[in-house]
């Protein structure tokens, strides 16, 4: 199974912050990544797919990047909705994996 | 719209057979490409993909739970069903299904707890 690690694993940020969240692969996955936020008691929701295409409707402030076993997640500058758990998913072979997670909370 | 929702017991006995089915609309699995994923995520803990059903009844499982689960459809009823047996209590979670057209999960339901206990 492919492994997938995140870091940090938690990010105290304020409103206005450039954040930036690291996931990487055990092995290469091209640019089959996706990443999601999950809020407290919410299901996830699809923020980036194939690495860096914003899913509809997300603002743009997300962004993605990457291929091989590096990726990244980008929010520009931080809104107070933004305050949430984002995951990682490798799509690349089965088992599907997720990272374990990084919580973005008010500094 | 794409909604989707779990519906299963809400608590089962340890090495009971849990089944959850998910109810969506707004999509048919007998079209192309489409597909519905199992996942779960226990509580204060991340998501772990469990099984996956595609429009032409392909099927894939993950390698640890491969042989306690069995994923399945009914395309005239727009569910897809999901068995795990011999529960035990670190299968407590919150089991949410997902669907798409890829292999990322575009929609999801709201999630079903599950607490095995006796």
């Known amino acids: 199974d492919i492994q997938m690690t995140q870091s940090p694993s938690s990010v105290s940020a304020s409103v206005g912050d450039r954040v930036t969240i690291t996931c990487r692969a055990s092995q290469g996955i091209s640019g089959w990544l996706a990443w999601y936020q999950q809020k407290p008691g919410k299901a996830p929701n699809l923020l980036i797919y194939?690495?860096?295409s914003l899913q509809s409707g997300v603002p743009s402030r997300f962004s993605g990047s990457g291929s091989g076993t590096d990726f990244t997640l980008t929010i520009s500058s931080l809104q107070p909705e933004d305050f949430a758990t984002y995951y990682c998913?490798?799509?690349?072979?089965?088992?599907?994996?997720f990272g374990p997670g990084t919580k973005v909370d008010i500094k | 719209q794409v909604t989707l929702k779990e519906s299963g017991p809400a608590l089962v006995k340890p090495t009971q057979t849990l089944t959850l089915t998910c109810t969506f609309s707004?999509?048919?699995?007998?079209?192309?490409?489409?597909?519905v994923s199992w996942i779960r995520q226990p509580p204060g803990k991340a998501l772990e993909w469990l099984a996956r059903i595609d429009w032409d009844d392909d099927k894939f499982y993950s390698t640890s739970l491969r042989t306690r689960l069995t994923i399945s459809k009914d395309t005239s009823k727009d569910q897809v069903v999901l068995t795990m047996t011999n529960m035990d209590p670190v299968d407590t979670a919150t089991y949410y299904c997902?669907?798409?057209?890829?292999?990322?999960?575009?929609?999801w339901g709201q999630g079903t707890l599950v607490t095995v206990s006796s």
């Open positions: 998913q490798q799509a690349n072979s089965f088992p599907f994996t």
């Open positions: 707004g999509f048919s699995l007998s079209t192309s490409a489409m597909r």
């Open positions: 997902a669907g798409g057209s890829g292999t990322h999960f575009d929609y």
């Open positions: 194939a690495a860096s």
